[in-house]
């Protein structure tokens, strides 16, 4: 799947088939269901669903909660635009 694939699935009620817990939290979020987008996230304790969980927490603008995930997966603090932060981690997560 490619980030152009991904955003078009967007259109879909739900995520496609097959995409880790990390990738369904932004796919969840990107739809704007910030409670299954985080119950997604939460579901992957390594560090990609480390990163998607500080990712929704700057989104929420709960910056201490995000300050902590951005450490447990192991990436500095992100400053850049919400999107841009959104389509680099759907980048690298899908490979």
Same mark, same amino acid.
């Given at each position: 799947?490619?980030? =152009? @694939?991904?955003? /078009? $699935?967007?259109?879909?009620?739900?995520?496609? #088939? %097959?995409? +880790?817990?990390?990738?369904? &939290?932004?796919?969840? &979020?990107?739809? &704007? @269901?910030? +409670?299954?987008?985080?119950? $997604?996230?939460? /579901? @992957?304790? %390594? +560090?990609? &669903? $480390?990163?998607?969980?500080?990712?929704?927490? !700057?989104?929420?603008? @709960?910056?201490?909660?995000?300050?902590?995930?951005?450490?447990? #997966? %192991?990436?500095? *603090?992100? !400053?850049?635009?919400? =999107?841009?932060?959104?389509?680099?981690? *759907?980048? *690298?997560?899908?490979?």
């Amino acid at each position: 799947m490619t980030l =152009d @694939d991904f955003r /078009q $699935s967007l259109s879909a009620y739900e995520p496609p #088939a %097959g995409l +880790t817990h990390a990738l369904a &939290g932004l796919w969840w &979020g990107a739809k &704007g @269901d910030w +409670t299954r987008a985080h119950e $997604s996230a939460h /579901q @992957d304790e %390594g +560090t990609e &669903g $480390s990163w998607v969980h500080a990712y929704l927490h !700057r989104k929420e603008g @709960d910056q201490g909660n995000a300050a902590y995930w951005y450490s447990r #997966a %192991g990436k500095p *603090v992100c !400053r850049e635009p919400l =999107d841009a932060e959104w389509q680099r981690i *759907v980048s *690298v997560l899908l490979g």
